[in-house]
């Protein structure tokens, strides 16, 4: 079920001085057909440890190639690794393209979209713009992208190219802790500057879809201001990059309810076969499943990225943390397995139906 598959790396390119570009041809190119704003989930080994991170496609679904962008984080083990190590040649192992940070292209439509990004927040957000950009002729695409100083803008270039070409469709503004002339557009984003872009500069009632990618607190102030002006949570997406510490003290106190409650009996199902056994109820459904051995997908293992989704057939679960389903996934059965922990004596996860 979490397949991996090889891509070879055939171009690295330095954008800024700590994030590189990394241009990606996979054996299977079938299996790596994307939607704009999906993720893939990358495998390494580092000292016997198997690590998996997931990094967001930064191209447009025209464009032809595979491309991540990936930023350098202090002390992050893949991170540095792709902007130290890796050499053109080398092969990475992958999951298949997975995420739901896009909205489906109408090309007949005339749409305005705005992407708020922070950071390397930017690389899902630049594959949608691009997309519907060049798929929906009609629409436009306010980005307002935040970074430390002009040194750390990823894309800046191709940012600049694609305004030129999409002149009076896309417009850019550049948020910037310091170094800007313009009061408006120094600062970080938060509720307060959010209401004086939304007064001077972009009517919140005329947008049709928000894409938030970056640090939770901005875009939890962003998609709080969008709403105060008018807009509905379901034409809001976001895409979280960081784990958020909340989910640990509940973790510990599940734990600690487990030592007097019975085991559950959980049916797992992966790829049409079912297997059977008896978890503690402080331990994750993914947790249960990985040491039984069963192929479980997964990735963040923090509630952020919604690899391990599986759906509740039978019994409940808790869930700790969730930042990856929506309101009506939620409704209909669906959860984080890494997040879940039974609360019932029996329980039956389906990792098939999506
Ligand atoms: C859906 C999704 C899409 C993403 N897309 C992108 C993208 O396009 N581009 C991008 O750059 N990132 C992206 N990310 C983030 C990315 O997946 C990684 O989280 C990020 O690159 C850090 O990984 P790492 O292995 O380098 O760091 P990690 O090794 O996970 O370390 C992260 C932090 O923890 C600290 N740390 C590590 N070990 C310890 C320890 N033992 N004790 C204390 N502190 C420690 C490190 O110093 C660092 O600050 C995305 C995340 C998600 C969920
Ligand atoms: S593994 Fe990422 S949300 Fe569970």
């Known amino acids: 079920m979490s397949s991996f598959h090889p891509l070879e790396v055939t171009d690295i390119h330095h954008t800024i001085r700590d994030a590189v570009v990394l241009t990606l041809r996979p054996e299977d190119p079938q299996a790596f057909a994307f939607r704009q704003g999906q993720y893939l989930t990358f495998s390494k080994d580092f000292d016997g440890t198997e690590v998996r991170r997931n990094y967001s496609i930064c191209a447009g679904l025209d464009d032809g190639e595979l491309k991540v962008g990936i930023k350098r984080v202090d002390g992050g083990a893949f991170s540095t690794y792709a902007n130290t190590e890796l050499k053109v040649g080398d092969v990475l192992y992958a999951m298949p393209p997975q995420g739901k940070f896009f909205t489906e292209i109408e090309p007949d439509r005339a749409k305005d979209y705005i992407g708020f990004a922070g950071g390397s927040g930017i690389t899902p957000i630049l594959s949608i713009l691009k997309t519907v950009l060049k798929r929906e002729p009609q629409s436009t695409f306010t980005l307002v992208y935040a970074n430390r100083a002009v040194n750390t803008i990823m894309f800046r270039e191709e940012l600049e190219d694609l305004k030129n070409r999409y002149m009076g469709r896309l417009t850019i503004i550049h948020m910037l802790e310091s170094g800007q002339d313009i009061d408006l557009f ?164 389906d990792y098939d139906t999506h």
Not at 202 to 222: H, N, Q, R, V, Y
Not at 247 to 274: D, F, N, Q
């Open 186 to 349: 120094t600062g970080r984003v938060d509720a307060e500057k959010c209401a004086l872009l939304f007064k001077l500069w972009i009517d919140p009632s005329k947008l049709d879809t928000a894409f938030i990618c970056g640090p939770e607190p901005m875009m939890l102030a962003i998609a709080e201001a969008l709403k105060a002006h008018g807009m509905d949570p379901d034409q809001i997406k976001f895409e979280l990059f960081g784990e958020s510490q909340q989910g640990r003290l509940a973790k510990r106190e599940m734990e600690k309810r487990s030592e007097s409650a019975a085991g559950t009996e959980v049916t797992v199902i992966i790829e049409g076969a079912r297997r059977s056994f008896t978890m503690s109820r402080g331990q994750s459904v993914l947790e249960a499943a990985l040491e039984n051995s069963l192929d479980a997908p997964f990735a963040c293992k923090a509630g952020v990225c919604s690899t391990c989704m599986g759906k509740v057939l039978e019994g409940e679960v808790e869930m700790l943390s969730n930042h990856a389903l929506e309101d009506y996934e939620v409704e209909r059965g669906y959860v984080l397995t890494c997040q879940s922990y039974p609360v019932s004596d029996k329980l039956t996860i």
